[in-house]
């Protein structure tokens, strides 16, 4: 009874695999090779590209400044005598040279001499300068000029040779367009206020002798700058 039972399962084992198809078929090989492949293959990842660095470079610019114009001189004598002269009036040139140690302050040195005369009163002035200044633009900026210089008339009545107090108050405008420099600036101020390197006008007012009973001496003096 036993080996019937066996024999009725294997036979219904066996139709079983044959309305199903239950053979077992190994697999193509084209799968295999796929699968190897597969297998075989490596990702390749991009490289990755780091930013070059680039040293910054020091722009070096300085303060120095030189300049050259035309000076208009006036010369009044402080005599209320009916018989006083007119004042006179003279013409000659003005240098100057100076540093600005940032956009507020600086120190100039300037001469003047005159040589074309009306009434005979040449004038010559040299000073020294503390020179505060108040940038009022990216382009210019204005300043006053408080100092000491020396200055001599000749051929006026009276001979003025005198040392004392000296003022005056100006303007200066940049002419050159100075375009931003890569790399880093040793002045930071460096652009602003008539600071830019290259050519500038400069027009300024000066009392030559500030001190009780002289003649008054007064200058306008305009002309070319250059900030190095």
């Given at each position: 009874?036993?080996?019937?039972?066996?024999?009725?399962?294997?036979?219904?084992?066996?139709?079983?695999?044959?309305?199903?198809?239950?053979?077992?078929?190994?697999?193509?090989?084209?799968?295999?090779?796929?699968?190897?492949?597969?297998?075989?293959?490596?990702?390749?990842?991009?490289?990755?590209?780091?930013?070059?660095?680039?040293?910054?470079?020091?722009?070096?610019?300085?303060?120095?400044?030189?300049?050259?114009?035309?000076?208009?001189?006036?010369?009044?004598?402080?005599?209320?005598?009916?018989?006083?002269?007119?004042?006179?009036?003279?013409?000659?040139?003005?240098?100057?040279?100076?540093?600005?140690?940032?956009?507020?302050?600086?120190?100039?040195?300037?001469?003047?001499?005159?040589?074309?005369?009306?009434?005979?009163?040449?004038?010559?002035?040299?000073g020294l300068f503390a020179k505060?200044?108040?940038?009022?633009?990216?382009?210019?900026?204005?300043?006053?000029?408080?100092?000491?210089?020396?200055?001599?008339?000749?051929?006026?009545?009276?001979?003025?040779?005198?040392?004392?107090?000296?003022?005056?108050?100006?303007?200066?405008?940049?002419?050159?367009?100075?375009?931003?420099?890569?790399?880093?600036?040793?002045?930071?101020?460096?652009?602003?206020?008539?600071?830019?390197?290259?050519?500038?006008?400069?027009?300024?007012?000066?009392?030559?002798?500030?001190?009780?009973?002289?003649?008054?001496?007064?200058?306008?003096?305009?002309?070319?700058?250059?900030?190095?």
């Open positions: 009874m036993k080996s019937i039972k066996i024999s009725i399962l294997t036979l219904s084992f066996i139709q079983t695999l044959s309305i199903a198809g239950g053979h077992i078929v190994p697999e193509p090989e084209f799968q295999n090779e796929d699968i190897k492949a597969s297998e075989q293959i490596q990702v390749i990842k991009d490289p990755i590209i780091l930013p070059k660095v680039i040293q910054s470079s020091n722009v070096y610019s300085n303060g120095f400044y030189v300049g050259l114009g035309i000076s208009t001189a006036r010369y009044k004598t402080e005599c209320n005598c009916p018989d006083a002269p007119s004042p006179d009036k003279t013409a000659g040139v003005v240098g100057r040279i100076g540093y600005d140690f940032n956009q507020y302050i600086g120190l100039e040195a300037r001469g003047i001499k005159t040589n074309w005369k009306s009434n005979g009163h040449a004038v010559e002035h040299y505060p200044m108040i940038p009022i633009a990216d382009s210019a900026n204005l300043y006053a000029l408080l100092g000491a210089g020396k200055t001599t008339t000749s051929s006026a009545t009276p001979l003025v040779n005198a040392k004392s107090f000296a003022w005056g108050f100006g303007a200066e405008v940049d002419l050159t367009s100075d375009e931003p420099k890569e790399g880093r600036y040793n002045r930071e101020f460096d652009g602003q206020g008539d600071q830019e390197s290259g050519l500038g006008l400069f027009i300024d007012y000066e009392r030559l002798v500030a001190k009780s009973n002289a003649p008054d001496l007064d200058t306008i003096n305009t002309g070319i700058s250059y900030d190095f």
